[in-house]
Nanobody, 116 residues
Framework: QVQLVESGGGLVQPGGSLRLSCVAS????????MGWYRQAPGKERELVAR???????NYAEFVRGRFTISRDNAKNTVYLQMNSLKPEDTAVYYC??????????WGKGTLVTVSS
């Protein structure tokens, strides 16, 4: 199993920036994808961005050009740099990893609130 700990959420004004971090520990050698999902109040959880250990990155269309995902395999950490934040980006952001076997693990989430 793997344990995921997210950090970096908080309150930010529209147009501002935040950087989320997620550190993985435990059975990390089986991890292929690391990424971020979000769930806004009353909505389903949705993909924000994810990247494999090697290969191309997937971004949701609604964050393309504003958010950047990056990964430090040596530190078992995935980051999400969020710029030009909008009120509709308000959500709980979850870190998720997928093993090569297809098994998913989720963090507990970190709240991002975009409001003036």
């Amino acid at each position: 199993q793997v344990q995921l700990v997210e950090s970096g959420g908080g309150l930010v004004q529209p147009g501002g920036s935040l950087r989320l971090s997620c550190v993985a520990s435990g059975s990390i050698f089986s991890i292929n994808f690391m990424g971020w999902y979000r769930q806004a109040p009353g909505k389903e959880r949705e993909l924000v961005a994810r990247m494999p250990r090697s290969g191309s990155t997937n971004y949701a269309e609604f964050v393309r050009g504003r958010f950047t995902i990056s990964r430090d395999n040596a530190k078992n950490t995935v980051y999400l740099q969020m710029n030009s934040l909008k009120p509709e980006d308000t959500a709980v952001y979850y870190c998720a990893v997928t093993y090569y076997s297809g098994i998913d693990y989720w963090g507990k989430g970190t709240l991002v609130t975009v409001s003036s």
